[in-house]
């Protein structure tokens, strides 16, 4: 029996087929690998360009998007530019303590919101928590109608701002004064609004509640001119105000002010003063407690940190976006200059190709 020969060896068909299968395994391998495992090749690419790596997080769904950051060439290179999530800022010039995860051999992982321009480190979130942690005690109770985040701004607010805050958060919230117990400020309350609805009282119920509770906390001799002010404020110029009526009315808060349960009336709204002791301690407490080394609440340390609302902060992303826009401004310039050079090429070969052509002609 003859067997039959091949004109390419079986050993070499078998190393052939071999590489063959090799290859499509090689290729389903890679493509697998990009498809569950994208995250690798990114993480190569930082460490090998020494780039740090951002995660965005959707404060809402807690959806994540990473992605290698790297540098615009505008800016001194201190933007982190991706289309899909924005500009976000190198936490370098931050004056956070926004230190990324450091991984081994060179892979640096920040996160962010995808609305911040800032990232939030681990430091920020325990401290973020702990900070939520003690403004919860009965001592800080008059605090406890400012929303988290708000409360962290007045905390990070300059001395030489802090005070002005204060009043904006305490009209906003209207926050009572701690040292009246609630049932009498709800007793005084009622009194003022059972005045403004009484006919009889027509010479001072046409001022809002807060207007009345002003005029009769007012010393007597600062009464007129805030009573002026008010005036002013709720009539029109055109109309004629009676010369008597004003002495009428600081008569009749007088009258007001001997009736029993208004005698020894305070502010039912805390006085700057107690609000800034408040905000003072809170944040001398903050500053000298230890942060638990446990694992923090990212997504709520996202929603509520206040890094983007830093003054210095805000500072710094402005002369970044200043010089970008000078760069950006130079570049077209620059691209001005060679676009009417070039022009000008062409409109002198124009002309002297009409002057070679009327010479010959």
Not at 91 to 97: C, D, F, K, Y
Not at 343 to 355: D, P
Request: aromatic share 8%; net charge neutral.
């Amino acid at each position: 029996m003859i067997i039959p020969t091949f004109p390419i060896p079986l050993h070499i068909l078998a190393a052939i087929g071999a590489g063959w299968v090799a290859t499509v395994v090689l290729i389903w391998f890679i493509m697998d690998l990009r498809y569950y495992g994208k995250e690798g090749f990114d993480f190569r690419k930082c460490r090998k360009k020494n780039i740090p790596y951002f995660i965005d997080v959707d404060i809402g769904s807690g959806n994540a998007m990473g992605y290698p950051a790297e540098t615009t060439k505008k800016g001194a290179g201190r933007i982190f530019h991706k289309s899909e999530a924005g500009a976000k800022i190198d936490p370098a010039i931050s004056m956070g303590q926004d230190e990324p995860f450091r991984f081994a051999r060179g892979l640096d992982i920040q996160i962010h919101g995808t609305l911040d321009g800032w990232p939030t480190s681990i430091r920020n979130a325990a401290g973020i928590e702990k900070i939520k942690e003690i403004r919860r005690k009965p001592r800080y109770q008059p605090l406890h109608r400012i929303p988290d985040k708000e409360l962290l701004e007045i905390l990070d607010t300059p001395d030489d701002h802090l005070a002005h805050d204060v009043k904006l958060f305490i009209e906003k919230y209207k926050i009572p004064n701690p040292d009246i117990p609630p049932e009498e400020i709800q007793a005084i309350d009622a009194k003022l609004e059972a005045i403004l609805r009484d006919p009889a009282h027509r010479l001072v119920n046409w001022m809002r509640k807060d207007d009345l509770t002003a005029m009769l906390l007012t010393h007597e001799a600062d009464a007129p001119l805030l009573l002026s002010q008010m005036l002013g404020k709720y009539f029109a110029e055109s109309e004629k105000i009676p010369d008597k009526f004003p002495g009428l009315v600081l008569n009749e808060l007088g009258s007001l002010k001997q009736d029993p349960a208004l005698a020894n009336m305070q502010s039912p709204i805390i006085a700057t003063a107690k609000m800034l002791e408040l905000i003072n301690a809170l944040k001398s407490e903050a500053i000298s407690t230890v942060i638990d080394p446990k694992f923090s609440a990212f997504r709520s340390a996202l929603k509520d940190n206040p890094n983007s609302f830093r003054t210095t902060d805000i500072t710094t992303l402005e002369n970044i976006l200043r010089q970008m826009f000078v760069e950006d401004l130079l570049s077209k310039i620059n691209f001005m200059q060679w676009g009417i050079i070039a022009i000008g090429i062409i409109v002198a070969g124009a002309v002297s190709s009409a002057i070679v052509v009327s010479v010959i002609k």
